[in-house]
């Protein structure tokens, strides 16, 4: 996305960020190796959701947020995880990333103020042809 605020597999200097992105993209490979490729994005999330709980990583699951228009609040969204209060995990199980995928996540990080975004699309052989960073 030229000329946006917002980097693709940008290398993250924060230490912090680095390390929640560490532990979260961990759990998505447990999930992975167990899982594979192939079941409805719901059962990755709640297996995520379990697999964080595992290991202690702090997390809210669907995550609700104000959507809005010149100062007013015209509705509200959700996104999959905030995990450690600082990235946004939005996961997906589809054959491939489209650009709305990547705005979608983008939408999410400016909604919420957070810096730091993962998009994860657990239908992939290799899990990480499946990761997408995001960062403004």
């Known amino acids: 996305m030229q000329g946006d605020a917002f980097v693709d597999e940008v290398e993250e200097p924060d230490p912090i ?4 992105t ?22 990755y999330e709640e297996a995520l959701a379990q697999e964080f709980t595992l ?14 228009y010149k100062g007013k609040v015209i509705g509200s969204g959700r996104c999959d995880f905030v ?6 995990v939005e996961i997906k199980a589809i054959e491939s990333f489209a650009p709305v995928h990547t705005a979608q996540v983008i939408s999410y990080l400016r ?26």
């Open 83 to 88: 995990v450690e209060e600082k990235v946004v």
């Open 55 to 68: 290991r202690g990583i702090r997390f809210i699951r669907q995550q609700s947020f104000d959507v809005t």
């Open 111 to 136: 909604s919420t103020g957070h810096k730091l975004g993962l998009l994860i699309n657990f239908n992939v052989r290799l899990l990480k042809d499946g990761i997408k960073r995001i960062a403004r």
């Open 22 to 43: 560490n532990l979260i993209i961990g759990a998505c490979i447990e999930v992975h190796r167990h899982l594979g490729p192939g079941y409805l994005e719901a059962y």
């Open 17 to 20: 960020l680095n390390w929640i």
